[in-house]
């Protein structure tokens, strides 16, 4: 049947470099030339029914290459994509059993994969965006700052650490709130904001951090309190005379009463190795301890739960240790200070 075929079927063999469409081409010509079904299908390891199939193709086509495919599934179909915008809607990663208070990527991750569906967490961010969700945190200004004195600030505070950098500890002081519940950071929604229901107030277990940073060294000191008065602070200003025992400190510090304090100032007077400079008011974006604060919400509190406030200090205390000097200060650094000067 395929006689009048032979020579096309023996050029096409020849010329053909797809291997499994070469295969074909070969067999049909084997039966060109003769050969019975079985023997071909015994030699090209494939049922007759599949030799059959090619003689229809060639006979309707004159052709055996395999038929253009659709292409892989694509992972997060429109059915997936509608769970992911439901989810985000609905805000409440706790009710499928993860810990979290609003969808993250690594939430939504963590979700299919429980369910036994492994997506990347690019595949769902590009998803997100191309739905429309915007991935959102709220902005502080401080009107209430006065800019010529925080350029008079830093123009002095530079000044100061060119003249002592190597002959002064320098330190950027901080209090922070941290609670059981999470943190609310950044997260995904399809709406002008994120608003996550708040906790009721007696579920905020409460730890009050102190901290001080070095720049220069990538040192953090950090010490946590169930208060946050003068005794506290004059405690956490041990710790840090302790860690530099007998070195010359500066210390900046915000305008907080308690820095101020008459308790806080009997203990400088007596370690005059230390020297309490205050920060301009209203400036917390030059305090170098409020980047630390941020990095440390971002990597550990930030839509997070501790079972208590024990566990939250440990989690806090082994976050510090933990974090190498070269990534402190890639993070602690002056440039918010010198692009006052700019």
């Known amino acids: 049947m395929l006689e009048e075929d032979e020579q096309a079927l023996r050029e096409l063999a020849k010329s053909c470099r797809d291997a499994k469409e070469k295969m074909r081409y070969l067999a049909l010509h084997a ?45 997060l179909d429109e059915k997936k994509k509608e769970e992911i915008k439901r989810l985000v809607a609905e805000k409440d990663p706790k009710e499928y059993g993860i810990n979290a208070s609003f969808w993250d990527t690594k939430e939504l991750q963590l979700y299919f994969k429980m369910k036994g569906i492994d997506i990347s967490r690019e595949a769902i961010r590009s998803a997100l965006k191309e739905m429309g969700a915007r991935y959102v945190k709220a902005q502080l200004v401080y009107p209430e700052a006065d800019e010529k004195l925080r350029r008079e600030f830093a123009k002095q505070f530079l000044k100061d650490l060119a003249s002592k950098k190597n002959s002064v500890v320098i330190l950027f002081q901080d209090e922070m709130a941290a609670y059981c519940s999470p943190r609310k950071g950044y997260g995904w929604t399809f709406e002008k904001r994120l608003d996550v229901v708040a906790p009721q107030r007696g579920g905020r ?72 400079r205050f920060l301009p008011p209203y400036s917390p974006d030059i305090n170098i301890q409020e980047q630390w604060w941020n990095h440390q919400r971002k990597k550990l509190l930030n839509n997070r739960c501790f079972g208590s406030t024990h566990q939250l200090a440990i989690n806090i205390s082994q976050f510090g240790r933990q974090t190498p000097p070269e990534e402190v200060m890639s993070i602690c650094n002056f440039s918010q200070i010198e692009n006052l000067l700019r």
């Open 205 to 276: 277990k409460r730890l009050n951090c102190f901290g001080a940073v070095n720049p220069l060294k990538g040192e953090v000191i950090q010490m946590s309190s169930k208060e946050s008065k003068a005794p506290a602070l004059t405690k956490f200003l041990g710790k840090v005379n302790d860690k530099y025992l007998k070195k010359q400190i500066w210390i900046y510090m915000d305008n907080l009463p308690v820095h101020k304090s008459d308790l806080v100032k009997e203990f400088l007077e007596e370690h005059p190795n230390i020297e309490v």
């Open 31 to 75: 039966l060109s030339i003769g050969q019975p079904v079985a023997l071909v299908a015994k030699i090209f390891c494939v049922d007759e029914s599949a030799i059959y199939r090619w003689v229809d193709q060639w006979q309707k086509e004159k052709n055996l290459a395999d038929k253009p495919r659709t292409g892989r599934p694509p992972i």
